[in-house]
């Protein structure tokens, strides 16, 4: 099966611009999440999703992140305006809600953030 | 409480040794216990995981040990092999309506051939 796709890959912003990623998860999973990883850090979530419905958002910074998941498929993860500390890689993950495979959690290759 | 702390920061290990990453966490709830393993430029990948009610799980050379009473857990990779050289994260789950995973800061490990 296909895994969780992402894209850019690469971005470079100046302080201030908006930016925003796409997230395409696996093929029939339910929940969606998105990640920061900041160099050296491990994974920190941001939101979470169930079909697309938010389950966790307490750790996204509201006042300039936003996120939505499209009719339960595709996510877009959106800074508006970037500051110098969201340089970080920002990484999808899909988990599917069958019972007893809710914590796996399946990454895609994630979309390195560089704010100057 | 909802942290897990992860030691040692960086492992250099000789090809064909053992690697061990350590695990320790607060909160009694959590009740899956995965490894990840991430290489540059990729996402973490699953390795292996625990539940909280067995003490020990071997998937070929890496095994998970598991002390309930501790709230601590870690990672044995035998033989140790160069292609092993890799970010290694421990985590945390539990369902809080979802599964909620807390990562731990992460292990690089470099296996010298």
């Known amino acids: 099966e296909a895994g969780v796709a992402q894209s850019p890959r690469y971005k470079i912003i100046e302080k201030r611009q908006s930016v925003a990623f796409w997230c395409n998860p696996i093929?029939?999973?339910?929940?969606l999440y998105w990640y920061q990883q900041i160099l050296g850090q491990g994974p920190k979530l941001l939101i979470q999703?169930?079909?697309?419905?938010?389950?966790?958002d307490s750790q996204l910074p509201k006042d300039r992140f936003s996120a939505e998941r499209l009719k339960g498929v595709d996510s877009t993860l959106k800074i508006q305006p970037a500051k110098l500390e969201d340089s970080a890689v920002y990484l999808c993950?899909?988990?599917?809600?069958?019972?007893?495979?809710?914590?796996?959690?399946?990454f895609g290759p994630g979309t390195r953030l560089t704010v100057l | 409480q909802q942290q897990v702390k992860q030691s040692p920061q960086s492992l250099i290990v000789q090809k064909g040794g053992i690697s061990i990453i350590n695990c320790a966490y607060e909160?009694?709830?959590?009740?899956?216990f995965p490894w990840y393993q991430q290489f540059p430029g990729k996402g973490p990948a699953l390795l292996i995981a625990?539940?909280?009610?067995?003490s020990e799980k071997k998937e070929g050379r890496f095994t998970i040990s598991f002390n309930k009473s501790a709230k601590q857990f870690s990672l044995h990779i035998m033989d140790s092999q160069p292609g092993d050289s890799a970010t290694y994260f421990c985590?945390?789950?539990?369902?809080?309506?979802?599964?909620?995973?807390?990562f731990g800061a992460g292990t690089r490990l470099f296996v010298k051939a």
């Open positions: 993950a899909s988990s599917s809600a069958r019972q007893g495979k809710g914590n796996e959690q399946f």
């Open positions: 093929s029939g999973h339910a929940t």
């Open positions: 999703f169930q079909n697309n419905g938010v389950v966790d």
């Open positions: 909160n009694t709830a959590f009740d899956y």
């Open positions: 625990i539940r909280p009610d067995v």
């Open positions: 985590a945390a789950s539990l369902y809080t309506g979802g599964f909620k995973t807390i």
